[in-house]
Each structure stands twice: as structure tokens, then as C-alpha cells.
């Protein structure tokens, strides 16, 4: 089992910025992947941005240039950085952590951008 703890959300103006954290605990395995997803009112869940244990990385069109992924491994922490933020980026951002077997997730941070 792997346990995902997220912080960092919060309400912030149009244009400015936030990093989330996840940091992972449990039984990690060496060949992973993590990532964020968010959910907005009505709409599915999609992924915003991925980071595998190789150093590979994807992100959604509506980010890139924005928003950067980056990890620290020894702490088994994803961090994802929010620049130039918009009202559409309003959801809740979900960590996920993925190994050969299958996902997890967190609880979720709220992200608020108000005009």
C-alpha cells in the first residue's frame, strides 16, 4: 500500500501562483510514475501533468508553459508548480502515484483562481 499526502491549494488571483506537494509513503516501488489530475464542477477528471521514476514527463495542452512537474526522489515528493494561473484552472488537483499494479490516489486540494 501507498499513502499520498497533498498540500499547497488555496485561493489565488488570476496570474499568480501555487506549488502542490504529495509526498508518498508505504511501499514504494523503484519503476513508478506520479501525477496530477484535477476535477472541476461537472466535468471528468483529467490529467495535468505526469512524471515517471525515468525522469520522463507529459502534460495537458492547457498547462504547458505554465505549469512544471518535477520530483524529489529521495523524498518520494511530486511537486507541481502553477504559474500564470487562470479561473479555468479552478478544481481539485489529485496526486496519483502508479507502480507495475495499479494507482493511487490522495485526497485532493482544492485550487481556487478568481478574476
Known amino acids: 500500500q501507498v499513502q499520498l499526502v497533498e498540500s499547497g491549494g488555496g485561493l489565488v488571483q488570476a496570474g499568480g501562483s501555487l506549488r502542490l506537494s504529495c509526498a508518498a509513503s508505504?511501499?514504494?516501488?523503484?519503476?513508478?510514475?506520479m501525477g496530477w489530475h484535477r476535477q472541476a464542477p461537472g466535468k471528468q477528471r483529467e490529467l495535468v501533468a505526469g512524471?515517471?521514476?525515468?525522469?520522463?514527463?507529459k502534460y495537458a495542452d492547457s498547462v504547458k508553459g505554465r505549469f512544471t512537474i518535477s520530483r524529489d526522489n529521495a523524498k518520494n515528493t511530486v511537486f507541481l508548480q502553477m504559474n500564470s494561473l487562470k479561473p479555468e484552472d479552478t478544481a481539485v488537483y489529485y496526486c496519483?502515484?502508479?507502480?507495475?499494479?495499479?494507482?493511487?490516489w490522495g485526497q485532493g486540494t482544492q485550487v481556487t483562481v478568481s478574476s
Open positions: 496519483r502515484h502508479s507502480d507495475l499494479y495499479r494507482d493511487y
Open positions: 508505504g511501499s514504494i516501488a523503484s519503476i513508478n510514475a
Open positions: 512524471l515517471t521514476s525515468g525522469g520522463s514527463t
